[in-house]
């Protein structure tokens, strides 16, 4: 049986990305430095992999210059949080991006928000009560 274990992004600044991912209720899982590969490793995500849940992995690559182009396929990550107002009131709080407020999706009932990472990703915020 096959498990999702996670995503890959590469980010620019390492410790404000893992401090954004924080502010969103993750936790470091584990990180790995590759001296020889000038690069650094970073997952984050709510539990370990040990319980089946995906993981968002920050890659940093140590001698990159130019900034990372996002693309045009990539769409969102999602998470799912009890209260989806509060946590884009402590976004905006810790000057991050708020690119849509918490509110119902248009002709339905569900409560989502979006932001936005340092680099650029962007996050769905869905309110649990309501999916």
Do not use: C
């Amino acid at each position: 049986m096959a498990t999702y274990l996670h995503t890959m992004i590469r980010v620019r600044d390492l410790d404000k990305s893992v401090g954004f991912y924080r502010m969103l209720g993750m936790r470091e899982i584990r990180r790995r430095e590759v001296p020889d590969g000038r690069y650094t490793l970073v997952y984050m995500g709510f539990n370990d992999n040990a319980h089946g849940e995906a993981e968002i992995e920050l890659t940093y690559n140590w001698d990159q210059e130019e900034p990372y182009t996002l693309g045009n396929g990539f769409g969102h990550f999602a998470i799912g949080v009890s209260d989806a107002a509060a946590l884009v009131e402590t976004v905006r709080g810790n000057g991050g991006k708020v690119t849509r407020e918490a509110g119902p999706v248009k002709f339905g009932t569900t409560v989502i928000a979006f932001v936005e990472d340092p680099d650029g990703y962007k996050i769905e915020i869905i309110q649990k009560d309501t999916f």
